[in-house]
């Protein structure tokens, strides 16, 4: 269950997570928990790496990382650690369920309004890895 993965996080996978996420999502809005809970998901599945360190730097998942320089901030990092965090991180997955994957605003074309959710009009939408 995604609620014994987020108690399970230590100081360094939310440092993980936060970098992960200051690259990939939409700044300051729900769509960071969604990002957070959709690498969550990956940690959990079969699919993927089982710990969050693997599952962020894997090559070639995470096209922000091409991009820009990821930081973990002391804000961001507190915030996904913060106790209004982890009920975030529980929202954010009621919304995306356990889909591991998103694309961005420059994908929105391909996007099925029905199948894909959205934490916010400005972020990623979400989907199963195995959607292409």
Request: some cysteine; glycine content about 6%.
């Amino acid at each position: 269950m995604i609620l014994e993965t987020i108690l399970a996080l230590s100081a360094v996978d939310y440092d993980h997570l936060a970098r992960a996420v200051s690259v990939e999502a939409a700044p300051n809005t729900m769509d960071e928990y969604c990002v957070a809970a959709s690498i969550l998901n990956r940690v959990r599945s079969p699919y993927f790496p089982n710990n969050v360190a693997d599952v962020v730097y894997a090559p070639g998942q995470y096209q922000g990382f091409d991009f820009h320089r990821p930081v973990a901030s002391t804000d961001l990092v507190n915030r996904l650690r913060s106790e209004e965090g982890k009920q975030n991180l529980l929202k954010a997955y009621s919304i995306i369920g356990d889909r591991t994957d998103f694309k961005g605003q420059s994908m929105l074309g391909y996007r099925v309004a029905s199948e894909d959710p959205m934490c916010d009009p400005k972020g990623n939408f979400y989907h199963f890895h195995w959607q292409a």
